[in-house]
């Protein structure tokens, strides 16, 4: 079995549903100790939901010009759903038909084995690297995310620390490790929209207003805009911004009571080319041209990060095609991630990682046949990274 395999193994045996890092970081810090890493734990968080995040660096060498890389990525996992529909338990790492299954198999506590593993590899190989190396981890990147690598990233920014590259372990790949990597993401906001109305009898709807048929022209008009691709047209990386509902609630539940209010909720997810503020501005001037009694609650979840090619993408791309022969595919698609909070503090920032096909479902997996060659990536770009600094 492979170092990889069974460090994977041991951390999918370890129950970590958001905020429980269940021992996680403890295991794979033990490890990074005995390479010379500074650990750092940073918890945070109210006491019925306390995140713990780690923080592990190692210096290159010293008096080097070095330049620092950081693996980020997440011990905890969403929760199982129901035991019973699970072939095996979810916990309990078992392999049927050349796949490894357990909760995190591919979100992504393979990811942070792999990581583990190539830095164990790299340093065997160069015991005295000009590279920085780092890993930082967080027990908060599936549920809200506000006590998790954001704080890391704070207290790094806050302390002038560096990082120069960043390759964040997320499941990136469609059918084969390596075939798709994320060198940016969209944006996310969320709106909360209330039309205030007057409540009244439906058979009299002379003395009352019915907010959900004022709000039908406006709701009109964004999703014209909407669907003719008019908040934005997008660019080479970016797919034009979206705007979509994700709920509408009105009425007390009684057929014949008009609603005094409609509440809804949207989303945006968009690129680079438009910004919360824009967006703000278009939205408010559909609603205030129909002449609205409205309130409307902002949320901005993350805003858009790029990473054009450069030395961190070329150095992934050549050790993904070393590795697997694949030419990989540079993506932006997706929801977010904890990148988005990495990318304020580091300028090249990638995610890569193995196939997300089960990610989030019940038995999910991972194809035993790509852990290895995923952490073998992972070392080939540290190889090629300390290349850069003998050059």
Sequence with gaps: MSRTLQLAEQLISRPSVTPDDGGCQGILG??????????????????????????????GAVGAESRTIAFAGHTDVVPTGPL?????????PTHRDGKLYGRG?????????????????????TPA???????????????????GTVIVCNALAARGERIDYCIVGEPTAVERCGDMIKNGRRGTMSGKLTIKGVQGHIAYPHLAR?????FAPALAELVAINDA???????????PTSWQISNIHAGTGA??????????????????ESTPESLQRRVHQVLDSHGLDYSLAWTVGGLPFLTKPGELVEAVRKAIHDETGIETELSTSGGTSDAR??????KQVVELGPTNASIHKIDEHITVAEIDPLKNIYRRTLDRLEALLHV
């Design 30 to 59: 033990e490890r990074l100790a005995r390479l010379g890493f500074k650990l750092e734990t940073i918890e945070s968080g109210p006491t019925d939901f306390r995140v713990t995040n780690l923080w592990a660096v190692r210096a």
């Design 129 to 147: 690297p000009k590279l920085s190396l780092a890993l930082l981890l967080t027990s908060d990147e599936e549920g809200p995310g506000v006590d």
């Design 105 to 125: 198999a591919c979100d992504m506590k393979t990811s942070l084995a792999a990581f583990v593993v190539a830095i164990e590899e790299f340093l065997a190989a």
């Design 229 to 239: 691709g008019g908040w934005d047209a997008g660019n080479e990386y970016f797919q």
């Design 341 to 346: 909070f990495i990318a304020k503090i580091c």
């Design 84 to 92: 019973e529909q699970w072939t095996s338990h979810p916990f309990t």
């Design 210 to 214: 019915n907010p959900v048929h004022q």
């Design 255 to 272: 057929s014949n009571v008009i609603p005094g209010s409609a509440v809804i909720d949207f989303n945006f997810r968009f690129s680079t």
